[in-house]
Every structure is written in C-alpha cells, then in structure tokens.
C-alpha cells in the first residue's frame, strides 16, 4: 500500500509540498521541511511523536492534518489564508511534549492538532493561556468530564471504546476472557470500564495481567492469563511490548484464541498485525474509534486519495481531518483568525441544531448566507458535549491473510449506550 508507512521524511517530498504546502519546525533530523510562514498562512501545528516506541502515531497524525489542509486549500483556503502545517516531535514522552509545544509556538499556529494520549495531560492547561486552539487525537479516559475552553476531542473516549470491545466480544459468545494491560496511563484507563461492560453483559474476568513494558520475556505473564482457557484475550501495549509477546505467545501456543486489541493495533499492515503472527488474519480485531460513512466520509476519501494516492487509510485520520475542516468553519462563522474569537464557533458550527453539511466548501457556502450550520464529519457526527468530547460508534477491523484492514463489525452509538444502561442496573 503506497504512502501507508509514512516517515517522517516523506513529508518533505515535493507531491505533498505542492499539495498542501506543508511545512514544519522539527529539527531537520526528522527530516521534515522549514519555512517561515507568511502573514497570509495560517499554521496548523501537530503534535506527534515522530520518535519512541509510539512513533507509528506521527504516522496516523500527519496524515490526516495533510488531507484536512488540502482540502481548506483547494477549496479557497479560509478568509483569504492559506494554511500549512507546521510539526514537532513530542517522543511520546510527557518529558519531551511541554518543550516541544514551546518549540511549535514559534511558528504561532492558530491551532494544534494533537498530541495523542501520552501525552495530552502534560500540556493541556497551556492552550489557553497561550491563545491556541487545540484539537487532541485519542480516547483518554481522564478526559471525559474535562472542562478546558480552548482543547476539543473529535475521538470517542476509550470508556466507549471499552464497551464497543466488551459488546463485540459477547456477541460472539466468547463469555470468559483474560486482560492484558501495559501499565502504561493510557492502557489502563480502558481497564474499568472494560471490565464493567463485560461483567454487565453476563461475561466473566478470570485475570487481569499488567505488564510492564521492555521486558525480555512475557512466558510467566501469558501463563498466567491463560492458566483458565479464556475464550478471549482483551489487550493494550505498546509496540515493542506487543513484539516480545506475541512472540512469546507464538511458542507457547496461545495465538489461536480471539485476541480483541484497541485502535493501536488496526493499523493495515501494522506492527501490531506483522507481529501477532500467522494467525492474525482469524484472531486479531481492534476497535477503532467512529464508523465512517455517507457523503462526508466519502468525499475524505477522495481527498485522502488525492493526497496520498491511496484510499486505504490509517487509523484516526478523519479525527484529524475533521479537526481542520471544524476549526476552518469556525473562523469562517467568527469572521476572524484570532483563536480567542473564533473558539467560541467550535461548537456553533458542529452541534445541532442547523442544516446538515458534509464538505468544507458546502458548509462554508451556507455560513456565507448566514445559514446556521451542523458539520456532519468524515469521523461521525462530531456533535461536541459539554465537556467538548463526542460519542461515537466503533468499527471493529480485522485483517485479511495481506493483513489489509477488513471490517468485522459495527458497534453502534445506540448498543453503546444500551451496555451502558445495563450497568446502570
């Protein structure tokens, strides 16, 4: 798959260049290219981690702030700018991501997509102070109730993401199942809501494994969580942790039970997937946030197709694109660049009520009539709550023997919220 298995330094290939007019502030080691931005650019600044064990991120992240950027650009850009993008690398590492976001504040973006999970936490109360407009990527549990006027989540939370697992997982009869966990903020957070959704369905735990991540060798670990016969294994970690157990799990015979990862492991192609081994193709599925469909997911694809030369797609890209499109609109209904001014149109031109659009260029059209709008995005409905979070559905991705992405299923907003009202009893 062309263009799938981005790094970094492809970005500075002159395809994307003359497309989107991408442009960064990391260090030339990553190999991204520097410019200065006109007073007629508007920057798009993204936060990934370019380097670490979570790497593939910057992958998922880059990609989709591409297409968003190409399609504010193609479509006559917003109040007269053009936009580019702007990135530095956070390592994952919440160490590195405080000064890296100082790093992306010299190229004074007037908004910031990222960081993922991570890294979020270390650098979520900077946004407003420093008039940015923030739009993190990935389902952090401990966000769900945040109340940070400037930062939004286009992502559903991984406590949904939690229940879309459990469903699936219980709709295939798999009723007892075993959890292994890196003990990583991010991998944990998933843990109590999974294991209440799973209990309230009428399935049972029998061991909840936590890893911790590096280790030569995770044989006692798997021993443990399969010591039961589990009918399904729930899992998260990262990749260099998933390496050595998987491969572990291969010798062990313990690959050819249903394992049910989060949206890490969807990635086509991925290290997840590569690393599960010959078994993947029946065993492994992970959830991946949204369940994409209709006219606005489609003309993302054609987008992403122009872009990338491909509409095979990684995992969150639409939550990044839709994170463009939105902050677009929304300076388009403010009638101003000023982050401070337009931040306050975020939910305005998202959430209902208002006349459904799909595409930034017939959403734009309608704001110019003075037409109240509701952005229906290429990730789902994009309906922002109180606490600037959306709830969505989940696809459920498998892989075919080439270990492309087949969809498995469908978890919908609606059987989420039934799981959750069977908890409630």
């Known amino acids: 798959m062309r263009a799938t298995r981005l790094r970094a330094s492809a970005l500075a290939g002159a395809a994307l260049a003359s497309l989107v007019g991408a442009t960064a502030s990391t260090a030339s080691a990553h190999g991204l290219p520097q410019a200065k931005a006109s007073a007629s650019t508007l920057v798009v600044g993204g936060m990934f981690p370019f380097t670490g064990t979570k790497s593939l991120l910057s992958q998922w992240g880059t990609?989709?702030?591409?297409?968003?950027?190409?399609?504010?650009?193609?479509?006559?850009?917003?109040?007269?700018?053009?936009?580019?993008?702007?990135?530095?690398?956070?390592?994952?590492?919440?160490?590195?991501?405080?000064?890296?976001?100082?790093?992306?504040?010299?190229?004074?973006?007037?908004?910031?997509?990222?960081?993922?999970?991570?890294?979020?936490?270390?650098?979520?109360?900077?946004?407003?102070?420093?008039?940015?407009?923030?739009?993190?990527?990935?389902?952090?549990?401990?966000?769900d109730n945040m109340r940070y006027p400037y930062v939004f989540r286009t992502s559903s939370s991984d406590s949904n993401e939690a229940i879309a697992m459990a469903y699936y997982a219980i709709h295939h009869g798999w009723k007892s199942a075993s959890l292994i966990f890196d003990n990583s903020a991010n991998s944990q957070g998933f843990v109590p809501p999974l294991e209440k959704a799973f209990k309230a369905l009428g399935g049972k735990i029998d061991t909840d494994i936590t890893l911790t991540p590096g280790q030569s060798s995770y044989s006692t670990e798997l021993t443990q969580a399969f010591a039961n016969k589990p009918a399904v294994i729930f899992d998260s970690m990262d990749t260099q942790t998933a390496a050595t157990l998987f491969s572990d799990g291969q010798q062990l015979g313990y690959m050819n039970v249903p394992w049910i990862?989060?949206?890490?492991?969807?990635?086509?192609?991925?290290?997840?997937?590569?690393?599960?081994?010959?078994?993947?193709?029946?065993?492994?599925?992970?959830?991946?946030?949204?369940?994409?469909?209709?006219?606005?997911?489609?003309?993302?694809?054609d987008s992403y197709q122009k872009v990338w030369h491909t509409k095979t797609i990684l995992p969150t890209t639409f939550n990044e694109y839709d994170s463009v499109v939105i902050s677009a609109l929304a300076m388009t209904k403010a009638g101003s660049t000023d982050p401070k001014v337009w931040v306050k149109d975020v939910m305005a031109v998202s959430d209902p009520p208002g006349t459904k659009c799909y595409t930034y260029a017939s959403c734009r059209a309608l704001i110019e009539k003075h037409k109240k709008i509701n952005y229906e995005g290429a990730s789902g409905n994009d309906d922002f709550n109180k606490y600037h979070n959306v709830f969505s559905g989940f696809q459920m991705v498998g892989f075919d023997s080439k270990l492309n992405n087949t969809v498995r299923g469908v978890v919908s907003a609606q059987e989420l919220a039934s799981v959750v009202a069977k908890e409630g009893k």
């Open 63 to 143: 990609h989709g702030v591409a297409v968003g950027v190409y399609e504010i650009n193609h479509n006559g850009g917003v109040l007269g700018h053009k936009m580019k993008a702007v990135y530095v690398d956070d390592g994952a590492d919440s160490v590195d991501a405080l000064p890296a976001f100082r790093k992306l504040l010299l190229s004074h973006p007037t908004l910031v997509v990222g960081p993922f999970s991570p890294t979020i936490e270390a650098v979520i109360r900077q946004f407003q102070p420093n008039d940015v407009v923030d739009f993190m990527v990935g389902g952090l549990t401990t966000l």
């Open 261 to 301: 990862g989060d949206d890490l492991q969807s990635a086509p192609q991925g290290a997840y997937a590569k690393a599960f081994g010959p078994t993947a193709a029946q065993n492994l599925t992970a959830a991946l946030p949204a369940s994409p469909s209709g006219s606005a997911y489609n003309h993302f694809l």
